[in-house]
Structure formats: structure tokens, C-alpha cells
């Protein structure tokens, strides 16, 4: 089957035309709040290095969004609204998120709680993120979450990218050689998931 990426590019017929391809929408949800966070950093450098036909878009809104409240499920409120429609655009998510006291961050788990019975995630082509090595609890709950709110996580594109004391800039994240690498692998994991299963 042809992919719509070949070296970051778009493929090219035998005649030298490019295939047209339609874009490939990932959505990055960072874990953490911290202006200086490493895991909102990897995926600002990770959006650096989206090759053609992906679009990575980072949302920045999850802190915005009110403890999860399921009385508040047939009315919900306009971040809830905003969040949803950022998921139903894309056609697959890319979550970074620290490990706070071996757990998922409350911001995380809260905007994940918000979906659960909307169903956006449902069978969506979703990778987690882990930059510390030396911890696993979060991401292996976070994976465990996913799954059961029926999204189709990709282990391919799941890494391990550790960062834990890095001072590098998200510039310099795009930059490194080791790092571009890894996530240029989830960028393709992912997009090739979605163009082997394409939606209507």
C-alpha cells in the first residue's frame, strides 16, 4: 500500500507528480501546566519536526477546563465544548505527560474524564509519551486509560524519550539528533495507522 510520506516528503508517481495526499491532523495534549514543562517542550519541538502531509497542532487549553462533573455532561461547558471539537478534528493524538507521586496528572486524568462517555477517542490512533526513564507507573496507567475509553493505541509509536534534567529548548529538542529521530518514528507510526485506516 502506498503511504502518503516517503523520506518526509509526499510520495511522487512514476512520472515525478506528487500523489495528492490528504493532511494528516495530529493533536498534542501536554500533561503539565509549567510554563518551563519538558513534556509541553518535546511536543512544540515535536511540531517543528512534522513532516509533509502531517499538521500537528498542540492544544493549549486543557487547564482551562473545570473539574470533571458528570452533572454538568448535559450541559457542558464552552471549554469542554472547545476540547471536544479539537479531538473530533484530528486523526490521531500524541499525549506527553510528567508522573506526579507514580500517577497521571490530575489535569491530564480530568481532561480524559471529560471524553470518556463522548466518545472522541473512540478507536482514535493515540501515543503516549514518557521523558523519564527511570518512570513508568504514569504512562502504564495512562496507556491502561486509553484503551479503556476504546482508543487504538499505537505501541510503534509510543516512546521512551528521556529528558529528565534537560535544559534544551524546544529549537534545540528539534535539533537533536537522537530526539528528532524518536519522534519522527511516532509521527510515522501514527500517520501510517491513519492512512491504513481511513475514515469516511
Avoid at 90 to 98: E, N
Avoid at 169 to 182: L, N, T, V, Y
Wanted: glycine share 6%.
Amino acid at each position: 500500500m502506498e503511504t502518503g510520506l516517503q523520506n518526509g516528503r509526499p510520495q511522487k508517481s512514476p512520472h515525478g507528480q506528487e500523489i495528492d495526499v490528504r493532511p494528516v491532523r495530529i493533536l498534542g495534549l501536554s500533561g503539565s501546566l509549567r510554563a518551563a514543562s519538558l513534556n509541553t517542550r518535546l511536543l512544540r519541538a515535536t511540531k517543528r519536526l512534522a513532516p509533509s502531509p502531517i499538521i500537528f497542532n498542540l492544544f493549549e487549553g486543557l487547564g482551562a477546563l473545570p473539574i470533571f462533573n458528570p452533572d454538568q455532561q448535559d450541559n457542558t461547558p464552552g471549554s469542554v465544548r472547545t476540547f471536544q471539537a479539537a479531538l473530533a478534528s484530528a486523526d490521531a493524538v500524541l499525549i506527553a505527560s510528567p508522573e506526579y507521586a507514580h500517577g497521571v496528572t490530575g489535569v491530564m486524568k480530568n481532561a480524559l474524564d471529560w471524553v470518556v462517555a463522548s466518545g472522541e477517542f473512540s478507536q482514535m490512533p493515540t501515543a503516549v509519551l514518557n521523558t523519564a526513564s527511570r518512570s513508568h507507573h504514569a504512562w502504564d496507567a495512562l496507556k491502561e486509560t486509553i484503551v479503556t475509553m476504546d482508543a487504538n493505541l499505537i505501541q510503534e509509536a509510543c516512546m521512551t524519550v528521556s529528558l529528565t534534567g534537560n535544559e534544551m529548548s524546544a529549537e534545540e529538542m528539534h535539533q537533536d539528533k537522537i530526539i528528532a529521530s524518536a519522534m519522527v518514528t511516532c509521527l510515522r507510526e501514527l500517520t501510517n495507522t491513519v492512512e491504513m485506516n481511513p475514515t469516511s
